[in-house]
């Protein structure tokens, strides 16, 4: 890229309020994605504190999952009806809340509340940032886009590792609600440089006629398949993320903080996997490339239980990760085939129906592992991951 290519890129991305509206949302993602997945990389410690076993710790990741899943609609319907600012701002107080509540969780079941509030806190973010950036970087979107994302993926990397750390040594309390200041100095910069707009008109359309659109939308074959892809590909990464460190813990008798390094790893791998394969879509095909992702993440699944090595173990970590590029990928295509008058509603839809089915990945792997069936869950993993390649390829161009 020239010089002048750059200056023009950051002018585009900068001018105005744009350079502080980019950073407070890409701080947000870095928050919200990482908190995701601190729960699992300190559950093996969350299971000794409350003296519960694998399938009800699952529960809780569970829950976590099914409560970002159920915001996702409700949030497509609100966007054009409330504007981001006020959403924005009420994810990052809920996220904090939910944070904070952890250190008052002297039972499981108020610990569970507190994961239910933190995950309708993040279910508010995520379509809500999509379009506030869509919105305002209109003529730098990959850009934009590209750097938030990769704030996430920091995040992801960073966090859970840091939280095992502060784990071993301050305790789970300290790591779960010590994020919640955070939050709420987040949610003070999103109320304060997001810019308000007024309801976008609606041209006498319903939250019914949306819906109609949407259920209409999965009837087209491209759609179905895509969704149901991109379902088998999130159940399975919802369950590996969720049991991958309690897996090293409990049966490779592997720290938690080495664990929890190995999950870090994981979102290294997916981070670099973002950052390439929209390239090779747009060369490629995203059906071509969206299958060879899928084949290639059946390998480590299939490999983890049988390698003992512990670098080799850290690279098919790393490995697992790579999946996390078919996300992006098969969102933008499902996109491209919604109809525009009812986009927002139809694809938080689709969304809450594919994170609620893919939220069930680490309440079944928890009930196998119960069962003495924790190293054959990878096998079960692998083989559904199988199956979403052979929906990936039959997916036409777009």
């Given at each position: 890229m020239t010089t002048g290519r750059i200056a023009e890129t950051l002018d585009g991305l900068t001018g105005q309020r744009?350079?502080?509206?980019?950073?407070?949302?890409?701080?947000?993602?870095?928050?919200?994605?990482?908190?995701?997945?601190?729960?699992?990389?300190?559950?093996?410690?969350?299971?000794?504190?409350?003296?519960?076993?694998?399938?009800?710790?699952?529960?809780?990741?569970?829950?976590?999952?099914?409560?970002?899943?159920?915001?996702?609609?409700?949030?497509?319907?609100?966007?054009?009806?409330?504007?981001?600012?006020?959403?924005?701002?009420?994810?990052?107080?809920?996220?904090?809340?939910?944070?904070?509540?952890?250190?008052?969780?002297?039972?499981?079941?108020?610990?569970?509340?507190?994961?239910?509030?933190?995950?309708?806190?993040?279910?508010?973010?995520?379509?809500?940032?999509?379009?506030?950036?869509?919105?305002?970087?209109?003529?730098?979107?990959?850009?934009?886009?590209?750097?938030?994302?990769?704030?996430?993926?920091?995040?992801?990397?960073?966090?859970?590792?840091?939280?095992?750390?502060?784990?071993?040594?301050?305790?789970?309390?300290?790591?779960?609600?010590?994020?919640?200041?955070?939050?709420?100095?987040?949610?003070?910069?999103?109320?304060?440089?997001?810019?308000?707009?007024?309801p976008s008109g609606r041209d006498g359309r319903t939250l019914r006629d949306d819906l109609r659109d949407a259920l209409g939308a999965l009837r087209r074959p491209r759609v179905a398949l895509a969704v149901v892809g991109a379902t088998l590909m999130l159940f399975a990464f919802q369950a590996v993320t969720a049991f991958l460190t309690t897996y090293f813990v409990d049966v490779r008798s592997i720290s938690q903080t080495r664990a929890g390094l190995y999950l870090s790893v994981l979102f290294v791998g997916g981070a670099i996997g973002q950052t390439t394969t929209g390239a090779l879509a747009d060369r490629y095909g995203t059906p071509r490339v969206l299958t060879g992702v899928a084949l290639v993440s059946v390998l480590p699944l299939v490999a983890i239980p049988l390698v003992t090595d512990q670098l080799a173990l850290g690279v098919l970590s790393f490995a697992v990760g790579l999946r996390m590029s078919s996300g992006p990928l098969s969102n933008a295509y499902i996109v491209d085939c919604l109809p525009d008058a009812a986009e927002g509603t139809a694809w938080g839809a689709l969304r809450t129906g594919f994170f609620a089915v893919g939220s069930l990945g680490s309440t079944v792997v928890g009930a196998l592992a119960e069962r003495g069936y924790f190293t054959e869950s990878f096998y079960l993993l692998a083989g559904l991951t199988a199956l979403a390649a052979v929906a990936y390829v039959r997916l036409p161009e777009r």
């Open positions: 744009r350079g502080r509206l980019l950073a407070v949302i890409a701080m947000g993602w870095f928050l919200v994605l990482g908190m995701r997945f601190v729960v699992p990389a300190i559950l093996p410690t969350i299971q000794d504190v409350f003296e519960i076993g694998e399938a009800t710790a699952g529960l809780a990741v569970t829950v976590l999952w099914l409560t970002y899943a159920a915001m996702q609609f409700p949030t497509g319907a609100l966007i054009d009806r409330v504007g981001e600012r006020w959403l924005l701002t009420a994810a990052a107080v809920l996220s904090g809340v939910g944070s904070i509540t952890y250190w008052f969780a002297p039972e499981f079941g108020l610990f569970l509340a507190a994961t239910a509030v933190f995950g309708l806190g993040t279910g508010l973010y995520g379509p809500t940032r999509g379009t506030v950036l869509s919105r305002t970087f209109d003529a730098r979107q990959g850009t934009a886009f590209g750097i938030v994302l990769g704030a996430g993926s920091v995040g992801a990397a960073v966090l859970p590792a840091a939280a095992a750390a502060v784990t071993g040594r301050y305790g789970w309390r300290v790591a779960l609600a010590g994020v919640a200041p955070a939050f709420f100095l987040l949610a003070i910069g999103l109320a304060a440089i997001v810019p308000a707009r007024s």
